[in-house]
């Protein structure tokens, strides 16, 4: 009877710090006895693969305890019942062992006060069990309704946080993810929730509201972000955006791949189908919970049997910039596309002209984009025209030189004027459909010496800065980024299977 009583003791007690032990480490709190965070972290260590199921067990193990917590009594009571036909299992058992009468015999007398069923299940009660669970707020929550959810009945924590000014701003945002500990009795213990108050923040705030013996106290911290390197890539089968989202790659990492070969690949017409990518990049975290995503690390793209690298290089007191992995910067005098490849651009309704008819009827590229979209010039130069001509409805035409000048039309708005001087990426207009367009797309032509030539035969010859390669540091940062897509390429290959 008590291996079984230990048993479930024991059991109850899974999620004690015993499992989880935090010895030895420094507790961000400064606090070193919160299992919740505790256990928190060491979910939020699991592979993401893995995470949900953990998460989802430990969800239901949790509506589990919360039934015995809630029937201490009736379930003391249950075990009693299994406890008596326990022993019957018992006999049985030894039966199987040496036959007790063979054995010598001892006789030792003991005196046992047995505690009564009503005394242990008391006792269970003055445990201190205590409850950890976490929520995503929602935009139509109350302090009760986020609570109840958390499964905890606690007015006066209700109270507490409804007067409390950083708790009311802390929870004012949606989607918001919650962790809170409770005690046997439904009262809330502890809560905390972290978020940033800009997009692009380094650092993140963290809101605490503790219990004490004097009551409810709220505090508002800030700490930096701690970056968190991971490793993906996936193979192109139907969209880029669709490979990504497959092996669960940020939009934005998906954004910063396709910008960071924006000047060797023309994502809306030369991404083919089978094309593979591996990306490393940094997941931003606050005690563990990723907040936000943050740059590329190094990429590698192999699209129609052409293999490009990039990796991310900072000098000290410099700007960082993105290079081959042999020290050549990645920019180029002229970009492969005048429109930002996005998730948008690249599923919309693509119907694009066969490229470079012999007829005189078409003589650009029509990228098909939402109206709205920007048009960006694909290199520095002077904008010579900028109005309506027939045809093409809004038109907006740049110089880059002598020789070399863009054309871009059927634009919905301009944003340039004639005779102003404009950097490589910088929006010339919007995408539209004024002029004969059958629908919102951005048409664009290449002219050198008036003749019309395709973009993107200009865009790979690369007539970037000089090698960066013998600067310091440069080789070894090199020779990391190919370990780490090496690695990166282990998961996308895992990703396929
Ligand atoms: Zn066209």
């Not at 192109?236 to 955006?241: E, I, P, Y």
């Not at 050549?328 to 008819?357: C, E, Y």
Request: hydrophobic share 40%; glycine share 8%; aromatic share 8%.
């Amino acid at each position: 009877m008590g291996t079984l009583e230990w048993s479930l003791t024991r059991w109850l007690y899974f999620k004690s710090p015993h499992l989880f032990p935090r010895a030895g480490r420094p507790s961000f709190l400064g606090t070193c006895v919160n299992t919740c965070l505790s256990m928190e972290e060491f979910v939020y260590s699991l592979p993401m693969k893995i995470r949900v199921p953990v998460l989802n067990v430990l969800r239901v193990l949790g509506e589990i305890e919360i039934f015995l917590l809630s029937y201490p009594r009736q379930c003391m009571a249950a075990v009693g019942m299994v406890l008596l036909g326990g022993g019957g299992g018992a006999f049985a058992v030894a039966n199987l062992g040496p036959d007790a009468a063979l054995l010598p015999v001892q006789v030792l007398t003991t005196p046992v006060e047995p505690l009564s069923l009503q005394e242990q299940a008391t006792s269970l009660d003055l445990h201190k069990l205590q409850l950890f669970r976490s929520e995503v707020t929602r935009s139509s929550d109350t302090p009760e309704s986020l609570l109840r959810r958390l499964s905890i009945v606690d007015p006066e924590a209700v109270s507490f946080m409804r007067k409390n000014g950083l708790v009311k701003d802390g929870l004012a945002r949606a989607g918001r993810n919650i962790s809170a500990q409770a005690n046997e009795r439904q009262q809330l213990l502890s809560l905390t929730t972290r978020w940033l108050r800009n997009e692009n923040d380094s650092v993140f705030q963290r809101l605490t509201i503790q219990r004490s013996a004097q009551g409810f106290t709220a505090k508002q911290e800030t700490a930096p972000l701690v970056a968190n390197i991971q490793y993906s890539g996936a193979v192109v089968d139907t969209s880029l955006f669709a490979a990504a989202d497959e092996a669960r790659i940020p939009d934005s990492v998906t954004s910063q791949l396709s910008d960071i070969f924006s000047a060797q690949i023309d994502f809306h017409r030369s991404l083919r189908k089978g094309s593979r990518f591996s990306v490393v990049y940094e997941a931003l975290e606050a005690d563990g919970e990723p907040l936000r995503t943050g740059k590329v690390l190094s990429a590698e793209m192999v699209n129609g049997g052409k293999s490009y690298q990039a990796m991310w290089f900072e000098e000290p007191g410099q700007k960082g910039d993105y290079y081959s992995l042999d020290g050549k910067s990645l920019k180029n005098t002229f970009l492969a596309a005048p429109v930002r490849f996005s998730r948008l651009s690249s599923g919309f309704g693509m119907r694009l002209h066969p490229l470079f008819q012999t007829q005189r009827a078409h003589l650009g590229v029509d990228y098909a984009a939402p109206t709205g979209t920007p048009a960006m010039s694909v290199a520095d130069g002077v904008v010579e025209f900028a109005g309506a001509q027939s045809g093409y409805g809004n038109v907006v035409i740049v110089k880059h030189n002598a020789s070399q000048s863009t054309f871009y039309a059927h634009l919905s708005h301009i944003n340039v004027s004639k005779g102003k001087s404009i950097k490589q990426g910088e929006v010339v207009g919007q995408v539209g459909s004024t002029g004969w367009a059958t629908g919102p797309h951005l048409h664009f032509e290449f002219r050198v010496n008036g003749q019309h030539v395709d973009p993107l035969t200009l865009a790979r010859q690369n007539n970037g800065p000089a090698s960066v390669a013998t600067r310091p540091g440069f080789n070894k940062m090199a020779a990391l980024a190919r370990t780490q897509l090496a690695s990166a390429g282990q998961m996308r290959e895992s990703n396929v299977q």
